[in-house]
């Protein structure tokens, strides 16, 4: 599974919810998660990691082996301390799709180690952050018309339009039911990086709009080999990279028209901490030393009241626009 993406994270277990058949988001299967004893949730965020153990793919794993020491340094467990229960939840990325899909999605995967999840799309619910887990592969146009020397397994989603347009629905309606304090969503192509893949189009002509609508917080992201930071600037949205699992380095940078807040073009791994109110950022790499850390707090709030002045605004410039044309329109029959 060469490039999937793997949220992990440390709390103790994940249990299944059933949709309800009158859901609007019936078709996005819905698992809930807990909270940890604080409330807050530990997360580790690893890309693009299947090499075979080469490409320092085998030492990013020894550094992602303590969740809670990486979220939490000042409780990192001695070597005799019993390892927490982690559990994978993983999307499909590009190479995945250039194997046999339906294995890697098979439940028998579940039976053999209950701790791994991997569905097209999902929802991830928590009592502070709802996880909206896209398909994203199936949007890259090229993978569809040039393949190259690649077959892709398109089984159970071609015709293409009819599957996003599907997805999409799924996904808005979900969005539009969650009241999570924080809405993420995860998918494994880009939406904004500065790395070889750059801008994946395809997300930002249809995915991102669903994403502006429903006031989503953060998009977490794989595909590019980097670690990243971009900071949107019409919108809350922070995106971010962790594609640094193995293969890096590529030496490609081409800035875009959005606020790049952090570039790491290496190996390694994220590790968030989320709280009710913000969430902690840390970049590690290859090494285990913390590349970057950050805290956000609360964006979509300062965004949301942004965006009512600029409402407000428009309204009084048309009702000024409104004012002056029947001015003028009182100027002309006298």
Same mark, same amino acid.
């Given at each position: ?12 277990? /994940? ?25 807050? /949730? ?62 890697q999605l098979s ?29 994203t592969t199936p ?10 020397? *690649? *077959? ?76 990243? *930071? ?105």
């Amino acid at each position: 599974m060469a490039s999937a993406l793997a949220l992990v994270s440390s709390s103790l277990f /994940l249990t299944f919810l059933s949709s309800s058949s009158s859901s609007s988001s019936a078709e996005l299967l819905r698992f809930e998660h807990p909270t940890k004893h604080d409330g807050s /949730l530990s997360l580790i965020v690893v890309g693009d990691w299947g090499r075979k153990g080469e490409c320092n793919q085998s030492q990013v794993a020894k550094q992602t082996a303590w969740p809670e020491s990486k979220t939490r340094p000042s409780r990192s467990p001695s070597p005799t301390s019993t390892r927490p229960r982690v559990f994978r939840s993983n999307v499909l990325g590009n190479h995945d799709y250039r194997g046999d899909v339906l294995a890697q999605l098979s439940p028998v995967l579940r039976k053999i180690d209950s701790r791994w999840l991997c569905l097209r799309s999902f929802i991830l619910q928590t009592e502070i952050a709802d996880f909206f887990f896209v398909d994203t592969t199936p949007f890259v146009l090229k993978y569809w018309r040039r393949p190259k020397d *690649h *077959h892709y397994d398109w089984r159970e989603v071609s015709p293409r339009n009819q599957y996003i347009n599907t997805l999409l629905q799924d996904l808005d309606g979900a969005l539009k039911e969650s009241i999570a304090p924080w809405k993420f969503v995860v998918g494994h192509h880009t939406m904004r990086s500065v790395s070889k893949h750059g801008d994946t189009e395809e997300l930002l002509e249809k995915l991102l709009p669903v994403l502006k609508e429903h006031g989503v917080d953060i998009y977490i992201n794989g595909h590019d080999h980097c670690l990243e *930071h971009i900071s949107s600037k019409d919108s809350s949205i922070q995106y971010l990279t962790s594609g640094g699992g193995s293969n890096a380095w590529r030496g490609t940078y081409t800035p875009n028209d959005d606020e790049l807040q952090f570039f790491y073009d290496g190996q390694g791994f994220m590790a968030m901490e989320v709280m009710a109110a913000s969430v902690k950022i840390k970049f590690y790499d290859v090494f285990g030393q913390v590349q970057r850390a950050e805290f956000n707090k609360a964006l979509r709030y300062v965004y949301q009241a942004k965006n009512r002045e600029m409402r407000i605004s428009r309204v009084e410039e048309k009702e000024k626009g409104r004012n002056a044309e029947d001015r003028q329109i009182g100027r002309v029959r006298r």
